[in-house]
């Protein structure tokens, strides 16, 4: 099967929206489990998502934040390499 761009883009674009739920809800879980502050950080400070999210019993919502990640990152890799820029 070939790739296009545009097929990665839109594959890229899914998974980047995945991560973007996964943080959003990793951040909001923190605000009701932790403290509002702890929430707010982990917003902008994207690594401490998963991190404190782990620690709080948001297992789940840390998993697909990783897998996100992940994804997003050897989707991107994939599509510099195929692509040959």
């Known amino acids: 099967m070939r790739y296009t761009d545009g097929t990665m883009g839109a594959v890229l674009a899914v998974v980047l ?3 973007l739920g996964a943080h959003v809800s990793l951040a909001a879980g ?4 932790r403290s509002r502050a702890a929430g707010l950080v982990a917003l902008v400070v994207p690594p401490l998502a998963p991190w404190w999210g782990w620690g709080a019993g948001m297992q789940t919502r840390a998993i697909a934040w990783l897998a996100a990640v992940a994804l997003y ?3 991107t890799i994939t599509l510099l390499v195929v692509s040959g820029r």
């Open 30 to 33: 923190l605000m009701r489990r």
């Open 17 to 19: 929206a995945v991560f």
């Open 73 to 75: 990152a050897l989707g």
